[in-house]
């Protein structure tokens, strides 16, 4: 057989093999399946909102949709993380042709992990998964040949719940129980992360002492152990418990309520400023 033959024949069998095992490598999804990709396919192709925040950084509502950035070559993508927050993993689905770098902002104790992403090229389009000490992010990457988005950030529903409850809690009443001063000169700017069966519903300070509020399913069990985080130690000041409401003679910027211990302990931070 000639060579031209040869390779006429070789030509033919592997179209002839690429039409019988096209539609057998294809995989038929259950009317279950198809439903379940058509969710995912909502939630990942979903308009959602997007805001602008401070210092020009394009603002996604965490968890309403997965979000798509845009990123450039020979740019950087800033995708800063909430204060605190501990990354613990990240993972993209093309590592060859993106780079994602670490960064931090902030002082100690509060620090905002930064993620910087690369794309090598334009038109590629790939997903990120990013696990962290509070929640697990799904990302969107793509790169474009100019366009991209330089700061990206998240806007999380807890934090927006926590401004409501703060203003539910100012208009409860003029004279805020423990205080006893009116509830306009009360600073409620305290933010709380962890959890625990104990969880303070609400905490407030007059300026002189900090009122730590308990549900009252800790009535009658004990009340965790309050440190005090000053000069990056945990120190203990005198504090008294008026039944579910903790009574702390400081106005504490930092702070931890501890009950248990191993593993079974758990842990509540306090930080005032929102």
Not at 33 to 56: C, I, K, M, N
Not at 213 to 233: H, I, K, R, T, Y
Request: glycine fraction near 10%; charged fraction near 20%; proline fraction near 5%.
């Amino acid at each position: 057989m000639s060579l031209r033959a040869f390779r006429s024949t070789a030509l033919c069998s592997g179209l002839v093999f690429a039409m019988i095992a096209g539609p057998a490598l294809a995989q038929n999804l259950s009317v279950t399946e198809q439903r379940a990709t058509g969710l995912s396919g909502q939630w990942q192709h979903g308009q959602g909102v997007v805001t602008r925040g401070p210092d020009g950084k394009v603002i996604f509502l965490f968890g309403e949709v997965q979000p798509s950035v845009v990123c450039s070559p020979l740019q950087v993508c800033d995708i800063e993380l909430q204060p605190g927050e501990i990354v613990r993993d990240v993972l993209v689905g093309d590592t060859v042709r993106w780079k994602v770098e670490p960064a931090t902002s902030g002082p100690p104790g509060s620090q905002s992990v930064h993620l910087i992403v690369k794309p090598s090229e334009a038109g590629l389009s790939t997903s990120m998964v990013v696990t962290t000490s509070r929640r697990t992010y799904h990302i969107q990457l793509k790169s474009h040949s100019t366009q991209y988005m330089a700061r990206v950030g998240f806007e999380y529903p807890e934090d927006v719940n926590a401004r409501f409850a703060e203003v539910a809690a100012r208009m409860e009443a003029s004279i805020v129980p423990g205080a006893g001063v009116p509830a306009d000169q009360l600073d409620f700017s305290f933010r709380v992360s962890g959890t625990a069966r104990w969880r303070p519903t609400r905490i407030y300070s007059d300026g002189q002492k900090t009122y730590i509020q308990f549900p009252s399913s800790l009535s009658g069990q004990d009340a965790p152990v309050l440190f005090v985080v000053s000069g990056g130690e945990n120190r203990i000041v005198n504090y008294r418990m008026n039944g579910t409401m903790m009574v702390v003679d400081y106005h504490i910027d930092q702070a931890i309520l501890v009950s248990g211990v191993g593993r079974t302990q758990e842990k509540i931070t306090i930080r005032r400023g929102g």
